[in-house]
C-alpha cells in the first residue's frame, strides 16, 4: 500500500485554524498577543521583500524573521541549491564518512573569516553560542564567561546564562557562573579579569536588543586585555554577520578586530533549513578534539546535515554575486540618512542610530505641554508602548512589518532583508513620516490604539 500526504490538500483545508491551533496546541500567549496588537493577520504567499495577505495585498518585510531572512523569501537560487540536494539522494548523515557539503560550506565561510580556522556546525544560533562556551571553557581551563549588559545571546540554559535581559533569566536559575560587564567599560572588564578565571568575553560588536553599538575602539581594547590575561574574545555574529552591517562581520568595522570564536546563524539558513556555525582558532579545535577518544566530546544530531549545508553554500553564493555586503551599507545609509532627517522635524523622535541594514529608532518623552500628557500616561501604565503605537499603524494602515526592539523600549528596530531597493526606502519613510505626522497631531487613530495598549498592560498588572 502506497502512503500518500498531501500538504496542499491540507493546508487547504485546515489552513483557516492557525490561530486556533497556535492556541490550543503550541504558545497560547502568541496568538492573545497578535490580536491585541492587531498583528492577527493572514499570509498566504511570500517573495523577497514582500509577502501578501489573504486579500492580496502586498506588505513590506522590515523584520526579515528577526533577521532569518537575509535573502529575503524564496529565493530561486536556495530553492534551487534544496530541489537540487533532495534530488541528489545523497547518503547524508550515516555519521561514520565524511560527506563533501560541509567541508565546503566551511572552506567558504572561512574565506571570509580571516584568523579563523575552523568550524562547527549546529542548527541554531543559540547552539552556536553554546558551542563556543563549551569551547571557551575548556580550552581556557576556566569557568566563568563575562557578557555585556543587555546582550542578548539565545535562550537555552548556556545562552541565557550570558543574557543580559532579566525578563528573559527570571524564574530560570540556577544558571551558569557568568558575570555582566557594562557594553563598553573596559575598567569594569579589567577588574573582572584579573580574577584570574575569566575564559571569554562574549560580545554582540552591535547589540540587538535597542541596537547599540559598542564604542569605537572598544573591541580591540577588550581584545588586548583578554590575551593579556589568556582568556578568549567570542563573537556574536548570529544576527548582524553575513553583511547585515555592510561588512561581512560587524567586528570588522574595527581595524585589528581578530575573535578567537564567532558565532553566525540566521541568514545563512536561507531562511528554509536551520543552521548554526562557530568559527574558531585552530588552536582551540585541537584542544577541544585533542584525541580520537574526544571525537564525538561535542556533536550535533542534525548538525552539517546536507540540505542546511546546500543552503548556506547558496546564501554565500547570492552574497557574493549580488555584492550585497555592499549593497546593505549603500541603502542601510540611505535609509538612516533619510529617517535621521527626521529627527528635529518631530518631538518625541529621539535618534536614529545603527550601521547597514540595522537600524534603530528610538522615541523620547516630547517638549509639548500638549504632548506631553498622552505620553505620560503611556509611560506610566508600561514602557514601550508608545513604540507599539508606531509599529501598530505602520501594518494595519501602510502594510510595513516592524516590531520594537525589545521589552519595555521605546526602539524600534529595522533589520530588512539585505535585498531591500530604494523604492522600499521610499515606502518606508512615507510610511513612518505619515505615522509620525499623526502622532503628533495629538490624537486620531494611533491614539485610540494607545489607550487599547494602555487598557491591556493595567489589565495584565
Not at 501604565?381 to 516590531?403: C, D, E, I, S
Request: net charge neutral; aromatic share 8%; hydrophobic share 45%.
Amino acid at each position: 500500500m502506497t502512503e500518500e500526504f498531501d500538504l496542499a490538500a491540507l493546508l487547504a483545508s485546515r489552513g483557516a485554524e492557525r490561530y486556533e491551533l497556535h492556541s490550543r496546541y503550541l504558545n497560547h500567549q502568541l496568538p492573545r498577543m497578535l490580536h491585541t496588537i492587531g498583528f492577527d493577520k493572514t499570509y498566504e504567499r511570500a517573495e523577497g521583500a514582500h509577502f501578501w495577505d489573504a486579500e492580496g495585498n502586498d506588505h513590506l518585510d522590515m523584520l526579515a524573521g528577526f533577521g532569518v531572512m537575509g535573502l529575503g523569501r524564496h529565493h530561486p537560487v536556495v530553492r534551487k541549491a534544496l530541489h537540487d540536494v533532495l534530488d541528489a539522494s545523497l547518503a547524508d548523515l550515516t555519521r561514520f564518512d565524511c560527506q563533501p557539503l560541509p567541508g565546503l560550506l566551511a572552506e567558504r565561510l572561512l574565506a571570509h573569516s580571516p584568523h579563523l580556522d575552523r568550524v562547527f556546525f549546529g542548527n541554531s544560533g543559540t547552539e552556536a553560542v553554546e558551542t563556543a562556551l563549551k569551547f571557551a571553557r575548556y580550552a581556557t581551563g576556566r569557568p566563568r564567561v563575562l557578557y555585556c549588559a543587555h546582550a542578548f545571546h539565545g535562550l537555552t540554559t548556556g545562552s541565557l546564562s550570558v543574557n543580559g535581559e532579566a525578563g528573559f533569566r527570571d524564574g530560570f536559575a540556577p544558571l551558569l557562573p557568568d558575570t555582566a560587564v557594562p557594553l563598553g567599560d573596559l575598567d569594569a572588564l579589567a577588574g573582572e579579569l584579573r580574577r584570574g578565571d575569566v575564559a571569554a568575553l562574549i560580545v554582540e560588536p552591535i547589540q540587538g536588543k535597542g541596537v547599540h553599538e559598542s564604542p569605537p575602539g572598544y573591541l580591540r581594547a577588550a581584545q588586548e586585555l583578554l590575551r593579556a590575561h589568556k582568556a578568549l574574545l567570542i563573537a556574536d555574529e548570529v544576527q548582524t554577520g553575513l553583511g547585515r552591517t555592510g561588512d561581512f562581520y560587524a567586528y570588522q568595522h574595527e581595524d585589528g578586530v581578530e575573535p578567537d570564536l564567532v558565532c553566525v546563524a540566521k541568514a545563512l539558513s536561507g531562511g528554509y533549513v536551520p543552521v548554526g556555525a562557530t568559527l574558531g582558532k585552530d588552536w582551540i579545535f585541537r584542544k577541544v578534539y585533542s584525541s580520537m577518544d574526544r571525537v564525538l566530546v561535542h556533536s550535533a544530531s542534525f548538525g552539517s546535515n546536507a540540505q542546511a549545508m546546500a543552503a548556506g553554500l547558496a546564501v554565500l553564493s547570492v552574497i557574493e554575486s549580488r555584492q550585497l555586503v555592499a549593497h546593505a551599507r549603500v541603502t542601510g545609509d540611505l535609509l538612516r540618512t533619510r529617517l535621521t532627517a527626521l529627527v528635529d522635524r518631530y518631538e518625541m523622535l529621539r535618534e536614529v542610530r545603527g550601521r547597514g541594514l540595522m537600524i534603530g529608532i528610538e522615541f523620547g518623552r516630547p517638549r509639548s505641554l500638549r504632548l506631553r500628557g498622552g505620553w505620560t500616561m503611556l509611560q506610566a501604565a508600561r514602557k514601550g508602548l508608545f513604540a507599539q503605537m508606531v509599529v501598530g499603524p505602520l501594518l494595519r494602515t501602510h502594510r510595513v512589518l516592524t516590531q520594537v526592539s525589545g521589552d519595555r523600549m521605546e526602539v524600534i528596530k529595522l533589520i530588512p532583508p539585505l535585498v531591500v531597493d530604494e523604492a522600499d526606502v521610499d515606502r518606508f519613510v512615507t510610511a513612518f513620516t505619515a505615522v509620525m505626522d499623526d502622532a503628533h497631531s495629538g490624537g486620531g487613530l494611533m491614539w485610540d490604539f494607545g489607550r487599547t495598549l494602555v487598557r491591556q498592560a493595567v489589565a495584565e498588572r
